[in-house]
């Protein structure tokens, strides 16, 4: 069986899912919860190449959310990654002024994540 068989059967027997994050024409982004341990995840299916996401399977960034499994068949792609509880950027500038010091943290945050996927060609 290949992973993306075995990923879309994982996820409709061992997970709960939360919400329906973002639906699309080329596919889905759900919150998924892990009956057994508890544990949140996000879990993509969509139309297109899963190229990107193989990349970063193995890229360890505290500024990215962890890859935990891609699977690719006849041009779709499925995936399984980590849920990263917090606000949005949008949110965040929505709240009003940052101080500055919360302005360096963002950008230092933001440039640590760009610099890892463009040394990687994903960007």
Known sequence: ????DSL??????????IT???KSE???VTLI???ASGN???FRHFSGSSEVYRKLLTVSCPNLPQIMEVG???GKTALL?????GDTLGEILQGGLLTAAQAKQITRQLCMALWVLHSLGVC
Do not use: S
């Open 1 to 4: 069986m290949e992973i993306y």
């Open 8 to 17: 879309l059967g994982a996820v409709c027997d061992e997970y709960d899912r």
């Open 20 to 22: 329906l994050i973002k």
């Open 26 to 28: 080329r596919g889905e």
């Open 33 to 35: 919860r892990h009956r």
């Open 40 to 42: 949140r995840y996000i």
């Open 72 to 74: 690719e068949k006849e």
């Open 81 to 85: 990654e980590e849920y990263v509880q």
